[in-house]
């Protein structure tokens, strides 16, 4: 059934004469300056309930009252705070207004929805197919025209097996979680080892993390065993997340790797990605993850950050002609980067005012300064960790430097905010000092000889060498296709662990399950986002989630076991489906799809690679079933808010208090997780087990996962979970429900 609204039809789930008489009931009680009458509002749902419609008239009445309402809303919300949220008159009156927004809310996206679904038919060519998910990716992350037939014509592309996207005749093998870290090892160990033989090869190396100096050392033994090797890297930014406070704590790290690498001996080269000229934003991001030795690249989407190699994600080592267009890729972004000024790099605006700015740093960047200008100490060598300012004060003192100088506040006062988790505000010598190293590492960047290396650069033969499809994602559009084709095509399941699970592909997923009840089919979807947070408390994944809770399909929070003090995260930006694979580094947001520099990949499975298919199901069902939290925050808003059934705004209270249950949630997670991690720590300490841990690392493993894995392989894996469940905070995080 549909119901229409000026000249668009929408779906009658999203709007109806019932919900439409519900709405106008509340207008009608609204007392504003500019409302419309009773009798208009009766005659509107009348209208409504007799037409299944709404005029353009009634639009524009909904509109007006829409605008009347702002300011007396935010009154209303401040009149009720100050009575101490007892006067029952203001809230009757803030119901009838949350009602009617919801309402116009409501209405609003049903129109965006509908007309997202006609310029999609429009643009689309008669084989196109199902339009619903294209056109709910439409809606929800506004495409203009021009993106929008732009998308429309590289999908078309890829449904008609005719998209420049897609290389055949590549060799390939997954890998996820702790095992992306491990081969990261193992390819430049062999690299290392091929050069020191006299067989040496290319390595390509291109992170926005690149700090761990396990990776970083191993970048500089390659290039000194006789390899050649050119990086590209993010350099970090220079602006604020939010407002005018700059924090610059993970910056003075990644200078760090940089000049560790043009200190190093051999054909090395390094450079930095002039994020502001080629992105537009100072604020955006070079966030592609790969490395290729020789004729094999691994794409993936994890960092080469201390704990990264912890984090849940996917990735693949790809042999033939997409590992050659992946080099080609990154050739031509290292030339866009040579040479690349500091302006460039870090923007105009940004150099110009952080002399007078609010520029903070945490201990991890003082620490990171303070070696750095003492030399910094050979590639491979990690900078310790500290908590406290005392800590930063004696590692300043043993490098003959006073760490009082950099900061602007007492070390007592510095002291206190640390622990809070707060930065530190620099002074002008810490400003001074660490605008220093960015005259060295990037000038070093700069140098006639680094500026020539990076000019030469080889790409693999490419030949083909196996069966499989790998479709790459390089720009924008591409990585919307892929994304839209991965969730298209699947017929049987589709299993997404994300970072990141926005609205709007959540709109996607929906809109899936219901093309595929429209022809009498069930679809098996399920999602597994990370709880990771804001600073108030809230997370990114929360809108997302909901979306998935009221469509009735199965989400879950991740609730990741620890091996210490420091939390894991589901980084992953898959989808996992019965037809492919898609992974790399394109987060789900309007960030990863449009603004940032990412690339993915889509793998099609078939009868040469249902081994890579088998490996990643499992990996996702053991998540599943072993290391999340499942608690519906509609149903248990539903009972939270029972005592309210009768009143007309029920469902906006349930919906109000799904906030508080996301906070209960995140919470819960982490005083489990943090459990979990004192638990484990103590499980390792037997001789035995820590004997298992440095095998593990041995074998390339990151420290974190070597604990995790010899605990596990010391307990038994359903011992293990078994444990974990019995631990005081998983027993009150379960106590949720």
């Known amino acids: 059934m549909s119901f229409t609204i000026g000249n668009n039809k929408v779906d009658s789930r999203q709007v109806n004469p019932e919900l439409v008489r519900k709405w106008a009931d509340s207008a009608k009680r609204i007392e504003v300056e500019g409302n419309a009458s009773k009798d208009s509002w009766e005659k509107l749902a009348q209208g409504a309930e007799k037409n299944s419609a709404l005029s353009q008239a009634d639009m524009d009445q909904i509109t007006n009252l829409g605008k009347a309402c702002f300011k007396y809303h935010k009154q209303l919300h401040s009149d009720f705070k100050a009575s101490g949220y007892k006067d029952m008159a203001i809230k009757d009156k803030l119901s009838d207004v949350h009602v009617f927004t919801t309402g116009s809310d409501a209405i609003k996206k049903a129109v965006a929805r509908s007309q997202a679904l006609l310029a999609v038919e429009a643009a689309a060519p008669a084989s196109f197919g199902p339009t619903g998910v294209v056109a709910a990716y439409a809606a929800a992350a506004r495409l203009d025209d021009e993106s929008l037939k732009a998308l429309v014509d590289s999908v078309s592309g890829m449904r008609a097996g005719e998209s420049n996207l897609v290389f055949g005749g590549n060799s390939i093998k997954g890998f996820h979680c702790e095992e992306i870290w491990a081969q990261m090892n193992r390819m430049l160990d062999k690299a290392a080892e091929n050069g020191r033989s006299g067989q040496p090869q290319e390595v390509n190396s291109q992170y926005y993390e690149l700090t761990n100096q396990q990776i970083v050392g191993k970048l500089a033994q390659a290039a000194e065993a006789g390899n050649k090797v050119r990086v590209n890297v993010d350099a970090g930014r220079l602006v604020a997340y939010k407002g005018s406070h700059v924090v610059i704590d993970e910056v003075p790290d990644k200078l760090r790797a940089i000049i560790q690498l043009n200190s190093t001996k051999g054909d090395i080269a390094v450079s930095a990605y002039p994020v502001p000229k080629q992105l537009g934003d100072p604020g955006n991001l070079m966030h592609r993850k790969g490395l290729r030795v020789g004729e094999e690249f691994l794409l993936s989407g994890m960092n080469a950050n201390e704990g990264s190699g912890e984090n849940i994600d996917a990735g693949y080592v790809i042999q033939g002609p997409a590992a050659k267009k992946l080099v080609a890729n ?29 520029i903070n740093m945490g201990t991890r960047g003082l620490a990171a300064m303070i070696d750095t200008v003492a030399g910094p100490a050979k590639a491979g060598n990690s900078v310790p960790r500290f908590k406290t300012f005392a800590q930063i004060e004696e590692f300043a003192k043993q490098n003959g430097q006073k760490a009082a100088d950099y900061i602007n506040v007492k070390p007592a006062e510095a002291e206190e905010l ?32 680094n500026v020539a290396r990076l000019k030469d650069i080889s ?12 479709a790459l994602a390089d720009f924008p559009t591409d990585r919307e296709t892929l994304m839209i084709t991965a969730i298209q095509e699947a017929e049987k399941f589709i299993y997404i662990p994300a970072f990141v699970m926005t609205g709007t592909i959540a709109e996607m997923l929906v809109a899936k399950k219901e093309e595929m009840e429209a022809a009498g089919k069930q679809i098996d979807i399920r999602v597994l986002a990370d709880p990771g947070v804001y600073p108030d408390g809230g997370t990114p994944n929360e809108a997302g989630m909901e979306r998935l809770e009221d469509a009735g399909i199965p989400c879950k929070w991740a609730n990741l076991p620890r091996s210490g003090w420091h939390d894991r995260k589901i980084h992953a930006k898959e989808i996992l489906t019965d037809k492919g694979e898609f992974f790399g580094s394109t987060n789900f947001s309007k960030k990863g799809l449009r603004e940032n520099w990412e690339h993915s990949g889509y793998v099609k499975f078939d009868d040469s690679n249902r081994d890579e298919q088998a490996a990643s199901v499992a990996q996702f069902n053991n998540l599943w079933e072993n290391e999340s939290f499942e608690l519906n925050s509609l149903e248990r808003g539903k009972k939270l808010k029972n005592r309210d059934r009768e009143r007309i705004d029920f469902a906006e209270l349930v919906d109000e208090s799904r906030y ?19 638990f484990t720590e103590e499980q390792a300490k037997d ?3 820590a004997a298992r841990v440095a095998e593990l690392e041995k074998a390339g493993y990151d420290e974190g996962s070597a604990v995790i894995m010899a605990v596990q392989e010391k307990l038994g894996k359903a ?18 429900h």
């Open 459 to 470: 790409l693999p033969e490419g030949k083909k060498v196996g069966k499989a499809d790998v």
């Open 719 to 736: 011992e293990y979970y078994k444990a974990l469940n019995e631990l005081p905070g998983r027993k009150e995080l379960n106590g949720l």
């Open 687 to 689: 001789p035995q087990t």
């Open 418 to 449: 640390l622990a809070r988790g707060e930065a530190l505000p620099l002074s002008k010598k810490g400003k001074e000092t660490f605008m220093g190293l960015v005259d060295r590492a990037l000038g070093g960047c700069r140098t006639k000889e």
């Open 660 to 678: 508080g249950t996301t906070r209960d949630i995140i919470s819960g997670i982490e005083k489990a997780e943090i459990d979990t991690g004192t």
């Open 330 to 358: 990154f050739s031509r972004d290292v030339q866009q980067s040579a040479g690349a000024s500091n302006a460039e790099i870090y923007g105009e605006k940004p150099l110009a005012g952080f002399m007078d700015g609010d």
